[in-house]
């Protein structure tokens, strides 16, 4: 196979980080993932958005931490040998989720990604950027970083009206 051609195969392609969240499999761009560590106690921070559970520290790095089991699902992940921080980046800001199991790092065709359907994002649902379609396979649904700090800011926000 010749350099264009894996080029060619590359550029068809999206690389996703999976993991697991209540039994879900969930995905984001592994452009966004900085690194995926071994869930550890997370210390509260005073007065903080209510979606943002505390803050880690990573490699001198104070970084805030959100429950994806209570952001999608309104259920917090009870941490086990398997839960993991995904240490996500997006606009220059770092963000660790809590995440049951990191699960693969898979290669997509793009032909294989859909929209989320049309009556979820007309009713506003938009913590969705695709779909992953497979056969005889659950789809695996890839989350909006752009959604989770949407939501961790009205939660700020949320906060202060009812102050």
Not at 16 to 26: H, M, Q, T
Not at 82 to 104: C, H, K, M, N, Y
């Amino acid at each position: 196979m010749s350099g264009s051609d894996r080029t060619k195969i590359h550029e068809n392609c999206v690389i996703l980080g999976c993991f697991e969240v209540k039994g879900n499999l969930y995905a984001i761009d592994v452009g966004h993932v900085r690194e995926i560590v071994r869930w550890q106690p997370v210390s509260p921070l005073p007065k903080a958005p209510s979606l943002i559970e505390g803050v880690v520290d990573l490699r001198a790095a104070v970084i805030p931490v959100v429950d994806l089991g209570r952001l999608l699902l309104g259920e917090p992940i009870e941490p086990g040998g398997r839960t993991r921080i995904l240490v996500s980046e997006v606009d220059g800001l770092a963000l660790g989720l809590v995440v049951d199991a990191a699960v693969d790092v898979l290669s997509v065709d793009v032909d294989d990604l859909g929209d989320p359907p049309p009556l979820a994002t007309q009713a506003g649902y938009d913590a969705m950027r695709a779909i992953v379609r497979r056969k005889g396979e659950a789809p695996i649904l890839v989350l909006s970083m752009e959604h989770v700090l949407e939501s961790v800011y009205r939660s700020a926000l949320d906060g202060e009206e009812a102050a």
